[in-house]
T-cell receptor, first 115, second 113 residues
Framework: AQKVTQAQTEISVVEKEDVTLDCVYE???????LFWYKQPPSGELVFLIR??????QNEISGRYSWNFQKSTSSFNFTITASQVVDSAVYFC????????????FGTGTRLQVTL | KAGVTQTPRYLIKTRGQQVTLSCSPI?????VSWYQQTPGQGLQFLFE???????NKGNFPGRFSGRQFSNSRSEMNVSTLELGDSALYLC????????????FGDGTRLSIL
């Protein structure tokens, strides 16, 4: 069975600090996709990134970066110079082989960024 | 491009009743998935529809059902409501390819009294 663990339930930082959200996954599949979603208070899940199991290149998008390490089954997410607008719950998710429409989500990490 | 639209946003029902939630996907998207989000169980996959057929199913009882219409709009039905069905129900759509990311709606918050 697949499993995604986000051990950090809640993180509080002061604006401009860097913050890393951890994600560890378990799967027996050799082909899979990993995702990060952001859920602001409005409730909508906002897609941030998709990474396939064969691509271990790190990715940077503006203040966001992702570190995928297959050897440790981790897919961590770093926000550089955090801003108040980054406050949200962040979810890491794992797809089953052959479909991105059946996701196993972690329990989420609530990020609070204050002034 | 309009996003995923879910109606209604809020719903209050009593135990034993049934409810139907609606989801209009992004134009051109053929896959619609439903998820239940609760504080205790987190986000859990309910089912996915693609071209009017259920393509994947989660581990929920038969009281939870869905369907998809020819225009890709989807409805989810829950019968004989229980207190534990109180949750945020999220709908997501994607073009339908094997690993294309899903885009979510704002959800319907269902409260059971």
């Amino acid at each position: 069975a697949q499993k995604v663990t986000q051990a950090q339930t809640e993180i509080s930082v002061v604006e401009k600090e860097d913050v890393t959200l951890d994600c560890v996954y378990e799967t027996r599949d050799t082909t899979y996709y990993l995702f990060w979603y952001k859920q602001p208070p409005s409730g909508e899940l906002v897609f941030l990134i998709r990474r396939n199991s064969f691509d271990e290149q790190n990715e940077i998008s503006g203040r966001y970066s992702w570190n995928f390490q297959k050897s440790t089954s981790s897919f961590n997410f770093t926000i550089t110079a955090s801003q108040v607008v980054d406050s949200a719950v962040y979810f890491c998710a794992l797809s089953e082989p052959g479909t991105a429409s059946k996701l196993t989500f972690g329990t989420g990490t609530r990020l609070q960024v204050t002034l | 491009k309009a996003g995923v639209t879910q109606t209604p946003r809020y719903l209050i029902k009593t135990r034993g009743q049934q409810v139907t939630l609606s989801c209009s996907p992004i134009s051109g998207h053929r896959s619609v998935s439903w998820y239940q989000q609760t504080p205790g169980q987190g986000l859990q996959f309910l089912f996915e529809y693609f071209s009017e057929t259920q393509r994947n199913k989660g581990n929920f009882p038969g009281r939870f059902s869905g369907r998809q219409f020819s225009n890709s709009r989807s409805e989810m039905n829950v019968s004989t409501l229980e207190l534990g069905d109180s949750a945020l129900y999220l709908c997501a759509s994607s073009p339908g390819g094997s690993h294309q990311p899903q885009h979510f709606g704002d959800g319907t918050r269902l409260s059971i009294l």
